[in-house]
């Protein structure tokens, strides 16, 4: 276990810190290292990260945790059609036709951010491809996990299942393991579904690498910016 979670279950200003270092040292970290994660932790994560609250205690959540020779079945698959230029179907509901400012600009300077780091340069699109392509590798982590929902669930499901995600990436920092978010996987449901077996009601929501970062990746050395809180937030009734 990492250093700092050391003071779990500490109250008062050690257990601040610990849960904020927890919330601000998550990433979405895109080189993994081969080694193994316990299945036993991979349901100690999940288990905590149950504890999201859910509408009338409903828990939209379903987890299908993937690794070894299923994890390779389907990232091979999936890899397969991306190469070969089939590249799935987003919802149409899934993002904006057309991305307003600032959003776009934010989503640009992250991918360029990223393409930094590894020296890509615009125009390099055999490059660009290969790299988007690690996804379905779920970037050489060892655990792969793809997240469903019942589509016959509203917006309030999809709100709660936010707070389940943030919850299983946060539990992952205790156990000193790192995650990357990933709706990459969204526009293939239909081989997920195949490959999955999954049912007729299930919508995929993302998936998700989880592992050890690997500290010599030049892709892991990204950190995103965040808006200060004076531009994101209103103040009122402290006047």
Known sequence: MS???????????????????????RRSVRAFLPTPVPRATVEAILAVASRAPSGSNHQPWRVHVLSG???ARLSARILAAH????????????????????????????????????????GEKVRMHHQHGRNYLFFD???GMIFTID???GRGSWLDYGMFLENVMIAARGHGLDTCAQAAFVPYAGILHEELALGVE???VCGMALGYADPAAPENTLRS????VAAMARFMGWE
């Open 225 to 228: 910016e965040r808006e200060p």
């Open 202 to 204: 299930e919508s995929i």
């Open 141 to 143: 982590a060892p655990v």
């Open 3 to 25: 250093e700092p979670a050391r003071s779990a279950g500490a109250t008062g200003p050690s257990g601040s810190e610990l849960v904020d270092w927890a919330v601000t040292s």
């Open 69 to 71: 020779m299923a994890k």
């Open 83 to 122: 190469d070969a230029g089939d590249h799935g179907s987003w919802p149409n509901d899934y993002y904006p036709a057309q991305w307003p400012e600032p959003y776009l600009a934010r989503r640009r300077q992250l991918g360029w951010a990223l393409y930094g780091t590894l020296g890509i340069t615009r």
């Open 151 to 153: 589509r016959r669930l």
